[in-house]
């Protein structure tokens, strides 16, 4: 679906991005792409500038430099919901759900971004409102389940654990339909165990048709699920490769080593 301006399979292209925070450059002339339907992993040490390219992203930051295209249109000037409804979605490294909502209500308002109805509609509850919302509550219900959580759809998003809360972001996330799913340490905090098994269900993800860009710490996590991984530090991509190549690049392990205790 590219346009002249954009590559074929390409879903994604951050184009020589440089933002400056005052004195700080956060990133530094990054390009990287997204193949339609891959996992890409973005990792680096802390500090490297991961977050900020997913702000870039998403709308929350304008480059200083540099532009992002998704499907071959820039995404210069556009406000974040003007990008969630383009098919861009994103979890936060801290969680950030409706705490006094429940677990099905936090996935409903995620779907409620892609209403073609507006708030006249849903204030008269019109036909197509009410439609609308039958199918959210349908797809909401759906999510959890694959998330694991249908038994958890009516409890309090504050009473669910650490771990259900990280998958209903995840869920709610999906409820926008996102062709590119941005994942920003989704396994934060959570054990060894916990981990891999999380990694399977992003592995399940991608299968279900979403492309996904997956930011995380632990080297080893990565390696394991990803296709292929960019590798940041300081605000400058120092390597871009499959796993294997990334595991062997000189100057990552040199920026790993000694700073990261994930990837010893
Ligand atoms: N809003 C901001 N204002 C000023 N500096 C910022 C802002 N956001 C990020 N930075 C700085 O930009 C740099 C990159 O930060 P960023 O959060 O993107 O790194 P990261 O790779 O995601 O790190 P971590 O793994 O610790 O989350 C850091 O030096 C950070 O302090």
Known sequence: MADETGRPGRILEVDDVT?????????????L????????????????????????????????????????????GMKKHQITRLGIARTFQNI??????????NVMVGADANHTTGVVSALFRTPKHRREEGEGHERAMELLDFMGLTKRSGELAANLSYGDQRRLEIARAMATEPALLCLDEPAAGFNPQEKVELMELIRRVRDRGYTVLLIEHDMRLVMGVTDRIVVLEFGKKIAEGTP??????PAVIAAYLGVDEDAS
């Open 19 to 31: 933002l400056r925070f005052g004195g700080l450059t956060a990133l530094d002339q990054v390009s």
């Open 33 to 76: 792409h997204i193949e339609e339907g891959e996992i890409l992993g973005l990792i680096g040490p802390n500090g490297a500038g991961k977050t900020t390219c997913f702000n870039v992203i998403t709308g929350v930051y304008e480059p200083t430099m540099g532009q992002v295209r998704f499907r071959g249109g820039s995404l210069a």
């Open 244 to 249: 294997a190549e990334i595991r062997d690049n």
């Open 96 to 105: 950030r759900l409706f705490k006094s909502m429940t677990a099905l209500e």
